[in-house]
T-cell receptor
Framework: TQLLEQSPQFLSIQEGENLTVYCNSS?????LQWYRQEPGEGPVLLVT?????EVKKLKRLTFQFGDARKDSSLHITAAQPGDTGLYLC??????????FGAGTTVTVRA | KAGVTQTPRYLIKTRGQQVTLSCSPI?????VSWYQQTPGQGLQFLFE???????NKGNFPGRFSGRQFSNSRSEMNVSTLELGDSALYLC?????????????FGPGTRLTVL
């Protein structure tokens, strides 16, 4: 059983459309990180959110941390083919371990 | 600054054999974590080393072991390989210990057990 549940598992959209990926848990995290992984590469950190209710923007990407620090979302506006990849959320708890969700595979069609 | 490097990139072994994977962290990083990534289970934490000491361990059998050297380079070893050990093994380095620190991942070693 995953500590962090990501949804949807797969997402295929047309270029220019918006998308949202969700990351949910019953556990509280001290911080939550979002990564993107491309085939043949390791995950690359996109953002870290720390404070409940925090919203961070990275160009067309908007990340939100839930008020209770148990969930997070990633929203992409006007998706482009370059946004294609596996999106992973990862939560850090006080035991110092980083727990990853199973990931959401995003495909943006030109 | 050079990124995290892992060797080898690809490896094919047979059941019962043992394997050693290597990870060189970013210069100045003292923490190295290892993860196993499979399509069914996603990224699973194996262990973390900091200053040559294992700081954290995931829920993997004793066949999985690791160590860290004084220059922060790390190796992980898997003995008596099983088919289910086929996976992408990723290492990540960070300045300090703990999941709250930004982790930088290497490209991984793709292990296939036949």
């Amino acid at each position: 059983t995953q500590l962090l549940e990501q949804s949807p598992q797969f997402l295929s959209i047309q270029e220019g459309e918006n998308l949202t990926v969700y990351c949910n848990s019953s556990s509280v995290f001290s911080s939550l990180q979002w990564y993107r992984q491309e085939p043949g590469e390791g995950p690359v950190l996109l953002v870290t959110v720390v404070t409940g209710g925090e919203v961070k923007k990275l160009k067309r990407l908007t990340f939100q941390f839930g008020d209770a620090r148990k969930d997070s979302s990633l929203h992409i506006t006007a998706a482009q083919p370059g946004d294609t990849g596996l999106y992973l959320c990862a939560g850090a708890r006080n035991d110092y371990k980083l727990s990853f969700g199973a990931g959401t595979t995003v495909t943006v069609r030109a | 600054k050079a990124g995290v490097t892992q060797t080898p990139r690809y490896l094919i072994k047979t059941r019962g054999q043992q394997v050693t994977l290597s990870c060189s962290p970013i210069s100045g990083h003292r923490s190295v974590s290892w993860y196993q990534q499979t399509p069914g289970q996603g990224l699973q934490f194996l262990f973390e080393y900091f200053s040559e000491t294992q700081r954290n361990k995931g829920n993997f059998p004793g066949r999985f072991s690791g160590r860290q050297f004084s220059n922060s380079r790390s190796e992980m070893n898997v003995s008596t390989l099983e088919l289910g050990d086929s996976a992408l093994y990723l290492c990540a380095s960070s300045l300090s210990s703990g999941g709250n620190n930004e982790q930088f991942f290497g490209p991984g070693t793709r292990l296939t057990v036949l």
